[in-house]
């Protein structure tokens, strides 16, 4: 799997640097449809992000403590 993962969810892209991931999980906390640990317990993309709410959404991605979540709009802009 890349270092680096990115997918398009509900009109913003989403990141996520498996590097930086330690397996916090607070990701998954906030939004366990978007997320979820592989076997490594590195996070990856669950299996139905698109039924996330774009403001769960950020929100779980800024909950990171070690941002290795990033999420952008079509532009390259942090959402928010």
């Known amino acids: 799997m890349a270092d680096v993962v990115e997918r398009r ?3 913003l ?3 996520i640097d498996r590097l930086l991931c330690v397996g916090f999980g607070d990701c998954i906390e906030a939004a366990p449809e978007a997320f979820r640990l592989d076997g490594e317990g590195i996070a990856e993309f669950g299996d139905d992000p698109d ?3 774009r403001e769960r959404l950020v929100r779980a991605c800024e909950s990171c403590p070690v ?3 990033s999420v952008v709009d079509p532009e390259g802009e942090p959402a928010e």
């Open 67 to 69: 941002d290795a979540l």
């Open 9 to 11: 969810i509900g009109g």
């Open 51 to 53: 039924a996330v709410e």
């Open 13 to 15: 892209i989403v990141r």
